[in-house]
């Protein structure tokens, strides 16, 4: 047995373990040695998944046509949206000098500061806009007025 010099002396000492190797070992040069060709000559392609695809696309429900009287799915409220928005709200109130700082519990305005804090509220506005719920889209758009008003106020 050729292959039998790469396993170490004391695991082939037990007999069963050298009969498995042994074993193996012998199936293995059996199989480099016989001179059958193994490779497919024939390339076989299974199709089959493009008809499960078609079938499966077929019976998925169509959407309902523009006008149809069906009206779209309405979005659900986020507690984590409705909390960054407000998050950014507060930030840009401190910032305005309307709340104190809870660190120094001075009012300070920055007004740069509470305008990022505006137009982060903004391009959230802009860029999930169709994908609110009523009451997203409410306290956003509520809150941006009041900030937008309260900064025009300050400079």
Same mark, same amino acid.
Not at 42 to 48: M, N, P, R, T
Not at 79 to 91: D, E, I, M, N, P
Not at 114 to 128: M, N, P, S, V
């Given at each position: 047995?050729?292959?039998?010099?790469?396993?170490?002396?004391?695991?082939?000492?037990?007999? @069963?373990?050298?009969?498995? *190797?042994?074993?193996? *070992?012998?199936?293995?040069?059996?199989?480099?040695?016989?001179? @059958?060709?193994?490779? /497919?000559? $024939? @390339?076989?392609?299974?199709?089959?998944?493009? !008809? %499960?695809? $078609?079938?499966?696309?077929?019976?998925? *429900?169509?959407?309902?046509?523009?006008?149809?009287?069906? %009206?779209?799915?309405?979005?659900?409220?986020?507690?984590? /949206?409705?909390?960054?928005?407000?998050?950014?709200?507060?930030?840009?109130?401190?910032?305005?000098? !309307?709340?104190?700082?809870?660190?120094?519990?001075?009012?300070? *305005?920055?007004? !740069?500061?509470?305008?990022?804090?505006?137009?982060?509220?903004?391009?959230?506005?802009?860029?999930?806009?169709?994908?609110?719920? $009523?009451?997203?889209?409410?306290?956003?758009?509520?809150?941006?007025?009041?900030?937008?008003?309260?900064?025009?106020?300050?400079?």
């Amino acid at each position: 047995m050729t292959g039998l010099g790469l396993i170490r002396p004391d695991i082939l000492a037990d007999t @069963k373990v050298s009969s498995l *190797v042994g074993a193996i *070992v012998g199936c293995a040069e059996e199989l480099m040695e016989s001179d @059958k060709d193994i490779r /497919f000559t $024939e @390339k076989k392609v299974d199709e089959s998944w493009k !008809e %499960q695809a $078609e079938s499966v696309r077929a019976k998925a *429900v169509p959407a309902a046509p523009a006008g149809s009287g069906t %009206q779209a799915k309405t979005a659900e409220t986020s507690k984590a /949206f409705l909390s960054l928005v407000q998050s950014l709200g507060y930030q840009a109130l401190m910032q305005l000098g !309307e709340i104190p700082d809870p660190v120094t519990e001075q009012r300070e *305005v920055n007004t !740069e500061a509470a305008k990022e804090a505006i137009d982060l509220l903004i391009a959230i506005r802009d860029k999930t806009r169709g994908n609110l719920s $009523e009451d997203e889209k409410k306290t956003l758009e509520t809150l941006l007025t009041q900030l937008q008003i309260k900064f025009s106020q300050s400079v």
